[in-house]
């Protein structure tokens, strides 16, 4: 019986997940395998009941639009509903109950956690699911006066609130002020959709621009920050930390971060 993963969504033909656990797979010689699943938004819970009675099954990944609607289908043993508000992996609880967790935080957090962000000012765009889990990392570490640029600034504020983040909402037309760090949670500068047309001058010359969009790798607004000087942090290294944490706990094992060089040129 080959144990195995996958990811959830609708649509999720594009998605990089299945490359990203079959080459940890492959490359710790283990025997399992991971896919990609489309499930539409009202099969979510027959589709949990099915997979609970599968002996194979580690779990999934959950992406676009299920990453809220899952938590009705399962526990919550880390109290993400009441912190994050969202899930992107869902694993077996001890007790052998279907349980969620969210590692977009840990992978957002990862390639910077160097950075000591405590009391610094920074600057996000978006106020979607990825946001989230970005803005509850930044509350974690302490983060100064949050600019959370937004098409709906109300949204923007309600999520400000939720986290207990000082700062101010407002529309993506207000550009950003200074700030340690800016970083892009929207699909802006994804191929198919309109570039993220951002004033960067007003960032200091040692701020750091992230980009969560993967596809392409530069971005619009990276290519902005880099022709400025700035340090940059691309989608994958997003992407690749949040299936890491989540490799760790759907295979029991810690994937080989000593090979991300080639896993990157495998995703691009
Ligand atoms: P994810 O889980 O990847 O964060 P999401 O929850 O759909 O996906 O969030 C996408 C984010 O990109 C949202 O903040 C969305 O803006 P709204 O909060 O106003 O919906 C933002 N976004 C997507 N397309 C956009 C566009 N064309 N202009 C401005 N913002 C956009």
Redesign the pocket.
């Known amino acids: 019986m080959t144990a195995y993963a996958e990811v959830i969504g609708d649509p999720i033909a594009h998605s990089k997940s299945p490359l990203i656990h079959r080459f940890w797979l492959e490359a710790l010689g283990l025997d399992g395998d991971y896919r990609a699943t489309r499930v539409a938004p009202d099969e979510l819970g027959a589709f949990f009941a099915e997979r609970a009675a599968d002996p194979a099954w580690r779990g999934c990944n959950v ?3 299920h ?1 809220v609607a899952c938590l009705d289908h399962l526990a919550d043993p880390g109290g993400v509903r009441a912190s994050i508000g ?1 899930i992107n992996t869902v694993f077996r609880a001890e007790d052998g109950s279907l349980a969620g967790t969210n590692t977009d935080a840990a992978g957002f957090w990862a390639p910077i956690a160097d950075l000591d962000l405590a009391g610094r000012p920074v600057t996000v ?8 889990a970005i803005l509850w990392a930044l509350a974690r570490v302490g983060v100064g006066r949050v600019t959370l640029l ?3 600034p109300l ?2 504020a309600a999520l400000l609130a939720s986290f207990g983040l000082k700062g101010e909402a407002l529309p ?1 037309a207000a550009g950003t002020p200074p700030a340690a760090l800016l970083v892009n ?4 500068g994804m191929t198919g ?2 570039p993220l047309d951002l004033d960067l001058s007003p960032l200091p010359a040692e701020a750091l621009v992230y980009d ?1 969009v993967y596809a392409p790798l530069e971005t619009p607004v990276l290519a902005a920050a880099r022709a400025r000087g700035l340090d940059t942090v691309d989608g994958l290294e997003m992407l690749v930390g949040q299936a890491a944490v989540a490799f760790a706990i759907l295979f029991g094992q810690e994937p080989p971060r000593d090979r991300d060089d080639e896993l990157r040129d495998l995703l691009t």
């Open positions: 992406t676009v639009p990453k969202a765009i978006g106020a979607g699911g990825a946001a989230r937004n098409r709906n949204k923007g993506l949670a929207t699909s802006l959709q309109p969560i």
